[in-house]
Nanobody, 127 residues
Framework: QVQLVESGGGLVQAGGSLRLSCAAS????????MGWFRQVPGKERVFVAG????????YYADSVKGRFTISRDNAKNMVYLQMNSLKPEDTAVYYC????????????????????WGQGTQVTVSS
């Protein structure tokens, strides 16, 4: 069992930056690949970024490449999403999720392969 708690969301002007954090419980954090997703009301949850268990590979949605960076610290059971050059269209609830799928490199963008989810943190980017 893994519990995930996101923090760091808030209101920021376009062009600004935010750093989201996700704290994971449990002793097996390094057993999970981790992902960030986002969701706006009335739409499906979509993939933002993913990172493998020991940070050997990272993955990004095209819409955030070059602006967002995912990282993790297994010693602290933390995963981060550094978001720069924010745009109004980045406004959403952001969720972190844990994935034990051995085929993560194929399926990282699919919400249904993630085993555990946090409660989400709101990010609002004003124009």
């Amino acid at each position: 069992q893994v519990q995930l708690v996101e923090s760091g969301g808030g209101l920021v002007q376009a062009g600004g930056s935010l750093r989201l954090s996700c704290a994971a419980s449990g002793r097996t954090f390094s057993s999970y690949a981790m992902g960030w997703f986002r969701q706006v009301p009335g739409k499906e949850r979509v993939f933002v970024a993913g990172i493998t268990r020991y940070s050997s590979n990272t993955y990004y949605a095209d819409s955030v490449k070059g602006r967002f960076t995912i990282s993790r610290d297994n010693a602290k059971n933390m995963v981060y999403l550094q978001m720069n050059s924010l745009k109004p269209e980045d406004t959403a609830v952001y969720y972190c999720a844990a994935n034990s799928d051995p085929y993560y490199s194929r399926n990282y963008y699919k919400p249904n392969v993630y085993d555990y989810w946090g409660q989400g943190t709101q990010v609002t980017v004003s124009s």
